[in-house]
């Protein structure tokens, strides 16, 4: 049982470029987030999904798209990364279902550097 | 608009002395509250939750938190901290299920440094 895991866990892209993080959960868990780390301001919600092909935008969704065409990966993608975009990336899942009920667990991360 | 609030950005405490982090989150109705700690160069790991029943919870590693519904508060408390406590922490917020998905709302996080 790996829970949650995210690849690539390192990346820097030059601003213009594109790219896709994958995040993946053996938990079968229903919903399923990506976050974004920056220093002093928490981690804040990017997108979501409460299900296979659904999504929906959570408080920085700008610059970014997903999608959850399986039920275990959610993928984000940044299409044409900025500066801005330079952060560390969190995916998330949690279930309602699913004992411990709606206790989000997290991946390790992905450092991304947008020159 | 929903908010969290944690009022200390960094503590600095020797080994031994007591911990009390604040969090304050912007409006009640149902919520459930999580503290997560964040190790150096490590995710996030849950430290406790409150979702209903006794406000006083115990979570691993010796926290405890304490929901007061009144204030709008969840402080996480450490009777004796170790160096190991060392890490980031983290208050979060879930405004019940309405809209679904169990979005949850971060603190801007604390800092803390055990220092031996």
């Known amino acids: ?115 | 608009a929903q908010s969290v609030s944690q009022h200390n950005h960094h503590v600095i405490l020797s080994e031994a002395a007591s911990l009390e982090l604040g969090c304050n989150y912007s409006y009640g109705g149902t919520v459930n509250l999580f503290w997560y700690v964040q190790y150096p160069g490590q995710h996030l790991q849950l430290l406790l939750k409150y979702f209903s029943g006794d406000p006083l919870v115990k979570g691993i590693k010796g926290f405890e938190a304490e929901f007061i519904k009144s204030k709008f508060s969840f402080n996480l408390r450490k009777p004796s901290v170790q160096w190991s406590d060392t890490a980031e922490y983290f208050c979060a917020v879930n405004w019940g299920l309405t809209g679904g998905g169990n979005k949850l709302t971060f603190g801007t996080g604390t800092q803390l440094k055990v220092e031996l």
């Open chain 1, 1 to 115: 049982n790996a829970g949650v895991t995210q690849t690539p866990k390192f990346r820097v892209l030059k601003t213009g470029q594109s790219m896709t993080l994958l995040c993946a959960q053996d938990m079968n868990h229903e919903y399923m987030y990506w976050y974004r780390q920056d220093p002093g301001m928490g981690l804040r919600l990017i997108h979501y999904s409460v299900g296979e092909g659904t999504t929906a935008k959570g408080e920085v969704p700008d610059g970014y798209n997903v999608s959850r065409l399986k039920k275990q990966n959610f993928l984000l993608g940044l299409e044409s990364a900025a500066p801005s975009q330079t952060s560390v990336y969190f995916c998330a899942s949690s279930s309602p279902t699913i004992p411990p009920y709606n206790e989000q667990f997290f991946g390790p991360g992905t450092r991304l550097t947008v020159l």
